[in-house]
């Protein structure tokens, strides 16, 4: 860190969204006997006085992005929230949910060991909890109602705009208010039955993830990093696991079947039974709260990201998908997949 923007990025990074301990933690203690492939661990420690951390693991045969590959052989890493390149993203998004339920079980049946839960701390109330949601909600609306590529064509319309009396605006001007209120009993009630939490995996993106296809061309994965490993609610885990999908509609469209397999797989490998509408509920609860956070990005942008994007700069950008998005630091072109996705939950699965 070399400016006084970089020195925020990184405090931001190390100290408040605390990455690295809880990939540390996994790494040492459950990656040798995890239930799906992950790089051996050799050495990690990290400095308490400047968090910066250190991670050694094996090194895995990755090609390049322009390699080839066959049957059993690893691809090269997905790049962050550009899942339109991918060719079968569905089945990207479900291996790794199918994974994750399958360490959820093991978690909760002692195949990792007796007791392992108890070993990481259990579900638990935010330190702070988010404030001053109707401000935010102006500073976000006063970014997505006139820059065209933040919101998809179904929030914004054919005309690339939200007006002010849109059910959209008023909603969210309505609504968020209520569910900062609401903050501590929505915590409480997902964290209520404990056969609905367990471990997670927070940051379940497929930059984190490897892949493979078997013989005949189905999509295997395993994992990277595992930033933000913790024990949640599993609604809210994978809720924050898909939030950095750049397609809304495949989310939209698939978010039930991936839920589905989640159950299925989290039964099959011992875990308790679990109930679709309970989950579906969780779920839908955990996207309302994203949004206390979704209306705090176009701060968080201008605090991490590129202090060239000034708000003139980003009327200028036409799509998601160009380059000075996709090349925005910190890999903060997530956060632009976070606020279309809940943007997209909000007006298309009717949050409110």
């Known amino acids: 860190a070399v400016t006084d923007h970089d020195k925020k990025s990184v405090y931001i990074a190390r100290f ?124 976000f609306l006063g970014l997505v109602c006139h820059v065209p590529c933040v919101l998809p064509e179904e929030v914004v319309g054919p005309h690339g705009r939200i007006d002010n009396d849109a059910w959209f605006v008023q909603t969210l001007r309505s609504v968020l208010p209520e569910v900062e209120q609401a903050q501590r009993p929505i915590l409480e009630y997902l964290f209520s039955d404990p056969d609905y939490c367990g471990f997670t ?14 013989d005949d061309g189905n999509v295997c994965s395993g994992f990277i990093d595992w930033g933000r490993f913790k024990r949640d609610n599993f609604a809210r885990g994978l809720s924050n696991g898909y939030m950095c999908c750049d397609l809304c509609e495949l989310v939209q469209q698939s978010d039930e079947a991936w839920i589905q ?53 980003w009327m200028q950008i036409p799509s998601y998908k160009d380059p000075r998005v996709f090349r925005l630091p910190n890999y903060n072109n997530g956060m632009v997949a976070i606020l279309r996705n809940f943007a997209y939950y909000w007006t298309c699965r009717d949050l409110p």
């Open 16 to 139: 408040i969204l605390n990455n690295d301990g809880p990939e540390m933690d996994f790494a040492r203690i459950l990656s040798a006997g995890a239930p799906m492939k992950c790089p051996k661990y050799y050495f990690g420690d990290i400095c308490l006085k400047t968090a910066t951390a250190i991670l050694i693991t094996e090194k895995l045969p990755l090609p390049s992005a322009s390699e080839d590959f066959g049957p059993y052989e690893l691809e090269a890493i997905p790049y962050k929230s550009v899942d339109y390149l991918l060719d079968l993203p569905f089945q990207y998004y479900d291996a790794m949910t199918r994974n994750i339920a399958c360490l959820a079980a093991k978690g909760k049946s002692g195949g990792l060991g007796r007791d392992i839960e108890d070993v990481f701390p259990p579900p638990a109330l935010p330190t702070a909890f988010f404030m001053s949601t109707a401000r935010r909600v102006e500073e």
């Open 201 to 214: 995996h927070q940051n379940m993106n497929t930059d984190n993830a490897m892949f493979w296809r078997d």
């Open 261 to 313: 397999h989640f159950i299925e797989s989290f039964m099959e490998s011992g875990g308790p039974p679990l109930k679709f509408d309970v989950f579906w509920e969780h779920y839908m609860l955990s996207w309302l709260l994203q949004g206390l956070s979704a209306v705090d990005l176009p701060r968080q942008l201008a605090l991490t990201g590129s202090p060239h994007m000034t708000y003139e700069g």
